[in-house]
């Protein structure tokens, strides 16, 4: 009789390390053959072209039928980005709270169906609004694009925690990194070709829905509100097979379950270093986003109005590095990776101060501090994913969102008031010192013991 085979003396635990060392493109290849993440990937693609050309559209509108004249539409534009920022900085803590209660694929399907819904409701709104006021020199038509402007973001708070607190309910841990490095390309692509090609894409959508339908202005509104909608619909499939805690069904107690994510975050040195992390590489972007203004006006080769090819650049870096870390997979640290991203920004940020003036070398130079910034955010996204429970992750996410788009607004002012009285050349030595320092911090906090205690109700 032959003996009975072995059993593995291996752990779970221990398999489960072995596989986070999994080299090359086998790491993007073992996520995409996973149908749940494929499903939730390719929501997220429909998910992000649609916001982006969503914003294209809007100012389209603007242009079209409210900017009067020879005037400027600055105002205009600024108010419709008000109404996507507000609800960021309102609500992206609180929607947290209520998505750790409520079940992801819900959200997730019915955030993008409303968004579709909202879209598509533009054309007949602005029709019954043609020719009214709401005040004198308020549109009653501009007044509902901003309400619906501020709609759309408000449920976009709800959809983006959800889809994070997903991420680890249908992959393993060994996947995340390789999974977030899809995520952040795919993010970053989005923003690139959004904007890049949003606005022939909407002319072209519209002239073919003319030729078929010649009485009907509403082929730009049908292909956004399609792309939400065909997120949504793809979500329907998604298996994350979740189950609720008891707990989640009483009615959430907003206030308590937001201190109890903040006490979370404060009892772990990693989690707090991945956060601050994250927030500052935003803030680092929006003031790139505000020099590339001035940046471009000053260079023999770009007009103002071409400040986009700058941030392409940071775009494209920032792909590349995300692709690199998900291709190298867990044979580097996350603290190395956070080192080594810290070094680079620092290097590129302190390095344009040199170049303010020259195209070439400064798209070289964006283009790492984008890698830099990839190399930095993909792990650190990852760590938060890992180390944060089910129960906490909604409330984390949504606090993370809240925190980084407040800091955002801070940058915006204030950046444009500091190159204005220091120049751009001071302006990028303080951001490559503020980084450096951050850098330092936070490389302490990862050194510390990542594994914490936490009393989860």
């Not at 879209?119 to 038509?141: D, I, K, N, Q, R």
């Not at 080769?301 to 997979?329: C, K, N, R, S, Y």
């Not at 950046?415 to 204005?420: D, F, H, M, P």
């Amino acid at each position: 009789m032959l003996d009975p085979p072995l059993e593995d003396p291996k752990t779970e635990a221990q398999k489960e390390e072995e596989g986070l060392s999994r080299p090359g493109l086998a790491n993007f290849v073992a996520v995409l053959r996973r149908r749940n993440f494929l499903l939730l990937w390719m929501g997220q693609v429909c998910s992000q072209l649609a916001d982006k050309v969503l914003l294209v559209l809007l100012i389209g509108l603007v242009s079209s039928q409210f900017q009067p004249e020879g005037a400027s539409i600055s105002g205009w534009v600024s108010a419709i980005m008000l109404a996507f920022t507000l609800p960021a900085m309102l609500f992206g803590g609180v929607a947290g709270v209520f998505v750790d209660r409520w079940l992801k694929k819900g959200v997730l399907v019915a955030s993008n169906w409303v968004r579709g819904g909202l879209v598509l409701s533009l054309p007949p709104m602005l029709w019954f609004t043609a020719h009214h006021e709401l005040w004198p020199g308020m549109p009653l038509g501009f007044a509902g694009l901003l309400l619906v402007s501020f709609a759309v973001s408000t449920l976009t708070q709800f959809f983006a925690p959800a889809e994070q607190a997903t991420l680890p309910l249908i992959l393993p841990k060994r996947d995340l990194l390789a999974a977030n490095s899809l995520y952040t390309t795919t993010m970053m692509a989005s923003v690139i070709v959004g904007f890049a090609i949003g606005e022939p894409l909407l002319t072209l959508t519209d002239h073919w829905v003319r030729t078929w339908l010649p009485s009907l202005e509403v082929g730009p509104e049908l292909l956004v509100g399609a792309a939400y909608l065909l997120a949504g619909s793809l979500l329907v499939f998604l298996q994350p097979h979740e189950k609720l805690e008891p707990h989640s069904q009483q009615a959430p107690h907003v206030w308590e379950d937001l201190k109890l994510g903040l006490q979370y975050i404060g009892q772990m040195p990693a989690i707090k270093a991945a956060l601050v992390q994250v927030v500052v590489l935003y803030s680092l972007f929006a003031a790139l986003a505000v020099l590339a203004v001035r940046m471009a006006e000053v260079m023999v080769e770009l007009e103002p109005d071409q400040f986009g090819v700058l941030l392409a650049a940071a775009g494209l870096g920032m792909g590349i590095g995300a692709f690199w870390v998900g291709h190298t997979g867990r044979q580097v640290s996350r603290r190395a990776w956070s080192g080594l991203g810290s070094v680079l920004l620092c290097v590129a940020l302190g390095s344009l101060a040199w170049t303010t003036d020259r195209l070439f070398p400064s798209l070289g130079l964006i283009a790492l501090l984008g890698c830099a910034g990839a190399l930095v955010a993909v792990p650190m996204q990852t760590l938060i994913q890992e180390e944060t429970p089910e129960q906490l992750r909604g409330k984390v996410f949504g606090l993370q969102n809240n925190v980084a788009n407040i800091a955002l607004s801070l940058p915006l002012v204030l950046t444009g008031v500091a190159e204005t009285y220091l120049g751009l050349s001071w302006v990028f030595l303080g951001l490559a010192i503020t980084a450096g320092l951050f850098g330092l911090y936070t490389w302490g906090l990862l050194g510390r013991d990542e594994k914490g205690h936490f009393p989860i109700p």
